[in-house]
């Protein structure tokens, strides 16, 4: 009998973040700082809003590319908070999660062998949709040095004349790095004359911290040539309600919506008028949880320096990175005796490309009351393996 299984899919390394969750899911007493999710719940007037839609029986589906009163609102978001303008009807579309607009811009941009720009240690997801796509992923190594960011020397030395993609991070998941405007404004001018495209993956914008997110869209030159990534998951605590979207050039969008269409149809109806809700009422909520994850990441910053780890101070979304490479275990050495000896779950930095390792992503996204106990008990591993 042939083989019925495609080798580009077999050759896909399963994520490196599921398998920890999936141990400690069944560990007594253990505490998973694993899941990059938030720990608050809905807010309830978007909860509401999402019951509210059931009640009316709005169980139907949607037009492909989304409610048009949701991508009204998503465009009038992103015009007050960055200044950005799309047009709702041409140059926008709900998906399911931002994974999925990531994985339908691949789509709809690349052709057999086309080289795309990712930069890592970054989210899990872009290298293999890079290859599902049938594009090439050329990975960029971001380093502590530079404060994780790409800079415009590591950009300018992995582009060749077949790269036609740059994914761009920011805020970064793991490493909790930010590009600034200043940082930005360096690699544009190289992106317009290499004429590249970028998807932006925007996702943690609403969390930041000490300063304000800046979409690359912004700059001159790069509206026509960026796909603007964002959602609901992280700043309105919506994980489960599967909803993201992309905005970008209107070329671009036409094909992602036939993607979607054929792949999804569309996002769930549900979730779409809860999304109404948090975009129209929700900034509040997005502050009250941005205070408490400041809180949640001085502490843990802190924390990992007073034990004698270096921690890079992360500007966004709700990880810290710190470095175990003092202790002269392997990443995934060090959260796998972590969990078996003290059951606390982190993920090892090679779960975010091979350049993690030496340095382990941990979620601030968990209580202050379980991330001291997380702390106290990670302290006596590495007090108990320095010795």
Not at 128 to 142: D, F, Q, R, S, Y
Not at 146 to 160: H, M, Q, V, W
Not at 207 to 226: C, K, N, Q, W
Not at 329 to 341: G, I, V
Request: aromatic letters at 10%; a negative charge; one cysteine or more.
């Amino acid at each position: 009998m042939r083989d019925p299984l495609s080798k580009k899919v077999v050759t896909i390394e399963p994520s490196g973040i599921r398998k920890f969750f999936d141990i400690v899911s069944e560990m007594k007493d253990a505490i998973s700082l694993g899941v990059g999710e938030p720990d608050f719940d809905t807010p309830w007037h978007i909860r509401e809003e999402g019951i509210y839609s059931l009640e009316k029986g709005r169980t139907f589906y949607t037009s492909n590319s989304g409610i048009k009163e949701l991508k009204i609102e998503i465009c009038r978001y992103l015009n007050r908070r960055f200044g950005l303008y799309y047009d709702y009807d041409h140059e926008a579309i709900v998906t399911v999660g931002g994974s999925e607009a990531i994985d339908i811009a691949l789509r709809a941009m690349l052709d057999p062998e086309d080289e795309v720009l990712v930069p890592q240690p970054s989210y899990v997801s872009y290298v293999p949709c890079v290859v599902l796509a049938g594009g090439k992923p050329v990975i960029i190594e971001l380093k502590e040095e530079d404060e994780f960011k790409l800079t415009r020397e590591g950009l300018l030395n992995a582009i060749t004349d077949k790269t036609k993609v740059l994914v761009l991070p920011f805020p970064n998941n793991p490493t909790g790095s930010v590009m600034t405007k200043e940082d930005l404004a360096e690699i544009v001018p190289v992106l317009i004359e290499k004429d590249l495209f970028v998807i932006s993956d925007e996702i943690y914008s609403e969390l930041t911290y000490g300063r304000d997110h800046v979409s690359i869209a912004e700059f001159p030159g790069m509206r026509e040539r960026t796909i603007v990534i964002n959602g609901f998951s992280k700043s309105y605590a919506m994980t489960g309600w599967r909803l993201g979207y992309a905005v970008g050039p209107a070329a671009i969008i036409e094909q992602m919506i036939k993607i979607h269409q054929f792949a999804i149809m569309c996002a769930p109806t549900t979730s779409q008028y809860a999304a109404i809700e948090a975009l129209k009422n929700g900034d509040g909520d997005v502050e009250i949880m941005r205070e408490a994850y400041d809180q949640r990441r001085n502490y843990l910053v802190k924390a990992f320096h007073d034990m004698g780890l270096s921690c890079f101070e992360p500007f966004g979304a709700f990880y810290v990175f710190p470095s175990i490479k003092s202790l002269g275990m392997t990443s995934d050495e060090f959260a796998t005796k972590l969990l078996m000896e003290e059951k606390v779950a982190v993920v090892p930095g090679t779960a975010f490309g091979s350049c993690g390792e030496g340095f382990l992503r941990i979620s601030y996204a968990y209580s202050i009351d379980n991330l001291k106990i997380a702390v106290e008990r990670i302290e006596r591993f590495v007090k108990k393996h320095c010795e």
